[in-house]
């Protein structure tokens, strides 16, 4: 076919660029950054050293309350300790939750092309969600060893639920009229899930995601719990019995550091992957 | 022994060539819900020839979207015949013939303006840039933006673009100038025109617009709702090109009333 023929078509407005410098644009954003990090910050120091204050004032003993100076030098006279049992956690935890994440995502995939598979295998997913997990626990030390397989395991189990559910959910949510535009060309199943579902379930993704990285490392510590064989679980056990209290303090430390730390990896790829998603504003 | 050229094309373009672009017959069509039954499509016949403009105006609700989806095959008809080039839907899909504007733009939102278009290009097989689309629809300067920077009227002109980039026999358009402002309707119109007379696609196009379906068409079906039916089939005797000055004579006037009178009346 010939495409000849341009037709005057007024173009849509302009929209108006102002010029901005870009160092006045690097600023801005530092601004905005220090804006949301400083006051926490602050309020955390002031928190750290009024409790210090506040210990030392009323002589508390050691083993109920220690000083944040206590729990740091406990961090910092063994760090190789904490190192090597978050190491272990995290493993585990990441282990179990890429897993889990990924086997959730494929089997919502195989659910959102059928009703009949989603019938069948939505309930017993829910019913695995509904167990308490630490009940299964002996069932996983039995099968995967004492090791870290029942770790993995029971990290896998606890962040399967979030991510079928919304994987689901993101896989069914697309745009009608985007649907009847690929299916009007004819556009095979397959090249709707890779071009059209799979997309729009991404926002769906990373909100499981949020949900389920603390949830992998909370499975991680129960299983270690439960097993007392290594990680970060075994060392709070540990130092639970020895009442050494700012070592417990420590773990406690590390921990929510690693939280804050994957929760921010997590944020930090959304926004490079969701760009395109109305939830993202600002650059 | 000369040959015959108007026989030798139609040799060569087998059939088709006299089959019409679109058959329904009786098409019925209702939406089931738990406790309601919508009846959206009440016994549908239309035909419309290759080559042929037909426009489609109607009272919000009256199935205007049923019609067309059912026509792209996009929605099976609970009875009724639909046929597109004298096969189902289906067949005509899967030939490429179809393209399609939907009332929502549908765009991908996560593929830039331009990545959108070539989406199109790409499954329908079709030859062309993304970018010389752009170009026609007016909106090539943001061919690098995403669609949830774009005002509704440019998210219409890259729907577009994108159902021209396919390069079809058939044209299926449900309002698509919904969110232009007069200027870029008038002009939107005018490429549209150009490219129908250029490549002979038959067009079906729903508006509210009862002039932009006069200067466009030739035939205007009004329909009406609840269920919905079709009233009448407004054949346009109007010389083309339609330019402006056509909204002024005697004829444009007199269609124009009696398409609004129907309307009114069926209300
Ligand atoms: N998916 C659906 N489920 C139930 N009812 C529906 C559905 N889609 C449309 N309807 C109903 O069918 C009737 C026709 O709808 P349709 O969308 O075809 O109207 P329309 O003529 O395109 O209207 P508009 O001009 O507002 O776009 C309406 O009464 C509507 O409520
Ligand atoms: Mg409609």
Known sequence: MQRTGQLETPAPAAPEVVAVRP??????RVRGWLAVTVPPVVALVVLVIGWEFWVREREIAEYLV?????????LRDDPGRYVTAARESLTAAMGGLIIASVGAFALAVLMAHSRLLERALYPPAL???LTPIVAVYPLFAIWFGFGVGPKIAIAALITFFPMLVNALIGLRAVDPAALDFMRALDASRWRVLWSLRMPSSLPYVFAALRISVPLSLIGAVVAEFLSGSSGMGQLILIANGDFDTPALFGAIVVLATLGVALTGIVAYIERRVLFWHDSMTGP | MTSNPVADRAQSAPATASMPAITLESVAHQYEA???TVRALAAVDLSVAPGEF????GPSGCGKTTLLRAVAGLLEPASGRVEVFGSPPRTARRNGALGLVTQEPGLMPWRSVEANVRLAIDLAGSDGSATSWLERVGIDRYAGLYPRELSGGMKQRVALARALAVDPRLLLMDEPFGA?????REAMRLE????????????????HSIREALLLSDRVVVMSGSPGRILEEVAVDLSRPRTDALLTEPAFVESERHIRDLLRTSA
Do not use: C, N
């Open chain 1, 23 to 28: 160092s006045a644009r690097a600023a801005a």
């Open chain 2, 54 to 57: 037909v426009s489609i105006v």
């Open chain 2, 192 to 207: 549209l025109l150009a490219l129908w007379e250029r490549e002979r696609i038959s067009v079906l196009f729903v508006t």
């Open chain 1, 127 to 129: 019913l695995v969600k």
């Open chain 1, 66 to 74: 220690p000083k944040p100076s206590a729990v740091f030098e406990a």
């Open chain 2, 34 to 36: 738990e406790r309601t």
């Open chain 2, 180 to 184: 232009l402002d007069e200027l870029s």
